[in-house]
């Protein structure tokens, strides 16, 4: 089987259809994880897009919070603009859809959760600190993230050793890992190309897909959206 594991889409229609070229007639399943909605101009088009092509779909703290499901109160004020945008743009199909899509599940023997696999409901981010405790939270040999907007797989070996891989990862006997997918529609790792992971029995690669930004950028002007958010997406951080 071969999975094209996708996050953090944001409603960035332009960045979500670069990815799916890319992918088409490639893989077996399109894994979804999460924050379908926020930053972007096109939430109603992309809660459509993904609804048509991912098999497993899961709710991020924006899909949650753009529902009345998650307090804003965490959110910065670029955020908190752009989820009030989105609950008042979404349709009510997308709103029931939104409500209805679980915070993690599993496919395959493969653990999705949008934040970390420990307290998923707390939206909290992988970071070197939290790392072992993620490992001890699920016991799964795969777990896929995203949220942190930062694409990397973490692998863990049987004596507990800790690796990160920036692109690329044979998948090893008896080794762990945690994959973060890294975001489709708002990268933060310095590269504003979408990212997202293609996945097999044998290994793990984090692709990107170049796209028009600036017909993003234009929408999101349009629609009165925060320019911090805007400019941005041009930066990839
Ligand atoms: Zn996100």
Redesign the pocket.
């Known amino acids: 089987m071969r999975y094209a594991v996708i996050s953090?889409v944001?409603s960035n229609l332009e960045a979500l259809h670069a990815v799916y070229n890319n992918i088409e007639n490639t893989v077996d399943y399109v894994l979804f994880l999460g924050?379908c909605v926020?930053y972007g101009p096109n939430p109603n088009e992309c809660v459509a897009a993904l609804r048509e092509k991912a098999q497993v779909m899961i709710a991020?703290?924006?899909d949650r919070a753009a529902v009345g499901m998650t307090s804003i109160g965490n959110f910065n004020s670029y955020a908190r603009t752009a989820v009030i945008w989105t609950h008042n743009v979404l349709n009510d199909e997308n709103r029931v859809f939104l409500q209805g899509i679980p915070l993690i599940e599993k496919f395959s023997g493969i653990l999705l959760v949008h934040g970390t696999p420990l307290e998923p409901e707390r939206w909290h981010y992988l970071a070197s600190g939290n790392t072992e405790q993620n490992f001890h939270s699920f016991g799964d040999k795969i777990c896929l993230t995203?949220?942190s907007?930062l694409p990397v797989i973490v692998e863990r070996s049987p004596e507990n050793k800790i690796t990160r891989y920036a692109e690329f990862a044979e998948i090893k006997k008896d080794h762990r890992y945690i994959v973060n997918a890294g975001?489709v529609g708002?990268p933060r790792d310095g590269n504003p190309d979408a990212s997202y992971v293609l996945l097999d029995e044998n290994c793990i690669e984090i692709k990107r897909a170049s796209y028009d930004i600036v017909s993003t950028q234009t929408k999101m002007r349009n629609a009165g959206l925060p320019e911090y958010l805007i400019t941005r997406l041009a930066r990839g951080l």
């Open positions: 953090d944001h924050d926020g991020g703290n924006h995203g949220h907007h975001s708002q």
